[in-house]
């Protein structure tokens, strides 16, 4: 069984393989490790192999973590990318650097509103639903653009990107697809300002980098299969 760190060290080498081929420098995609229902020494063990960005799903359990690993929290940047209820706003505007997975208004409202005033912006993603799939979580494409120039007003919120969660697909052309619709959608908004598209995981990184992914979501390929069964993206792995 490989070690976490030489997990890390197989992501970062698919990351480097599949920018030189895209042409892309190395350090134009941030590695995000998704952490959930693992413990915070794993996280630990990530930290000392360099990694600094970890994404949570579920606010007590991030929670939870975040006490453990308090002596880390000025060098650890962390990212909510779990579906949001609008009665864990405050925690997560408190507590975390990041959210992907704003899909509604009132959602960023509530975090504008209860971000702590002596913390920077809270960076903010909207979640796309990009395979239009009824029950799934997301803006809908057509709502995007309402949405993001609403987002970009608030106050204590940087709207940084998009951010999206395709259904699982076999081949590389198949699993582009998805990812360039994404790109694709975040050009035709014409704000300069955004920098991120929070896009790829582990089955589908290659892919996300060929269509821009700045910020890859990778969890399995790192610490190995979920200690738990999670319902937050599709099982059909
Ligand atoms: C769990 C999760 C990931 C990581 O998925 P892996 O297939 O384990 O790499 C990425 N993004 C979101 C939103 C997730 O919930």
């Not at 005033?117 to 029950?135: A, G, R």
């Not at 993001?148 to 940087?158: C, D, E, F, G, M």
């Amino acid at each position: 069984m490989a070690t976490i760190p030489e997990k890390l060290q197989q992501v970062r080498t698919r990351i480097e393989l599949a920018c030189a081929s895209a042409q892309r420098p190395a350090n134009s995609v941030e590695l995000l490790c998704v952490s959930k229902t693992h413990g915070p020494e794993d996280i630990r063990e990530a930290f000392r192999a360099g990694q600094r960005h970890f994404g949570e799903n579920y606010v007590q359990e991030a929670l939870e973590k975040m006490e453990s690993l308090a002596d880390l929290r000025d060098e650890l940047c962390w990212h909510f990318i779990g579906p949001l209820q609008t009665n864990k706003t405050r925690v997560v505007a408190e507590n975390f650097d990041w959210v992907h997975s704003v899909d509604r208004l009132k959602t960023a409202q509530r975090l504008s509103e209860q971000r702590p005033s002596d913390m920077p912006p809270l960076q903010i993603c909207l979640q796309v639903n990009i395979d239009s799939e009824p029950s799934k979580q997301g803006v809908s494409v057509v709502d995007v653009v309402a949405l993001a120039h609403a987002v970009s007003q608030l106050p204590r919120l940087k709207l940084r990107g998009l951010m999206s969660i395709p259904a699982p697909a076999r081949d590389n052309a198949a699993q582009r697809r998805p990812h360039c619709t994404l790109r694709e959608l975040m050009e035709s908004l014409d704000m300069p300002s955004l920098d991120t598209l929070s896009m790829g995981m582990s089955d589908d990184l290659e892919a996300a980098i060929q269509e821009g992914s700045t910020l890859l979501r990778v969890g399995t390929a790192i610490f190995g299969t979920r200690n738990r069964p999670d319902k937050s993206t599709h099982s059909a792995h």
